[in-house]
């Protein structure tokens, strides 16, 4: 290419210096270094620039065979895409399938193990029940038998106290110079007794009171925990948790204590 260039130059600089017919805009050329220019143009042209003239020269029928390829590459497309659609449906109506089989197992799987939970609930509540009734019971016994040895011990230390006033009243009214004082000694000790006997008889009070608050704080909280269980297993907002009231009920106790 750079010899085309070259050559051009000194056609040009030829045609510039070339002397003018008279009275015409002609000029005289050499025709041999014209000629021989030429060739050298002709030789140094790329033979791509013959290709690209024949591929101007056909291309009507170049853009005919593209566009007839470019309608079969489309129809190809076209089948192919449909093919890959209805693939694509079938794989999805059969993943959907899959989808509510696994669901419709799942389901299933849940109801029973909610069935499951409320069993366990019953039972549980039942054995909490029968346990919470056991252990009143035996506290109430325990309340029972302890009561009556404080009010059978404060009647003994009554009788003790009262015959023991008696004895050393029966002794001292024999004795004119400390009669007042002995009556003063018995009605003492009698009113110890009496004091004795009401102390012992309000701590047994206290006593069962006590118990008897704390085995209604946990049947308060076994009858919370299982209404809450059962409206949590309605709702399936998850696993109740029983633990909780079991435990706020035995701070409660605890502070009373």
Known sequence: MYRVFEALDELVAIVEEARGVPMTAGCVVPRGDVLELLDDVRDAIPGELDDAQDVLDHKDKLVGDARSNAEKTISSANAEANSTIENARDDADRILADAKAQADRMVAEARAHAEQLVTDARAEAESSVAEGQREYDA???????????????????????????????????????????????????????????????????????????????????????????????????????????????????????
């Open 139 to 257: 506290l109430t016994g325990r309340a029972r038998a302890e009561a009556d040895r404080m009010i059978e011990s404060g009647k003994a230390s009554y009788e003790r106290s009262v015959a023991e006033g008696t004895a050393e009243q029966a002794r001292l009214v024999s004795q004119t110079e400390v009669v007042q004082e002995a009556h003063a000694e018995s009605a003492r000790v009698i009113d110890s007794a009496h004091a004795e006997s009401d102390r012992l008889r309000s701590d047994c009070d206290l006593y069962v009171d006590t118990k008897l608050a704390e085995f209604e704080d946990f049947l308060n909280g076994t009858v919370r925990s299982v209404g809450r269980g059962r409206q949590q297993l309605r709702t399936g907002s998850g696993v109740p948790d029983y633990a909780s009231d079991y435990d706020v009920d035995d701070r409660r106790a605890e502070r009373r204590r």
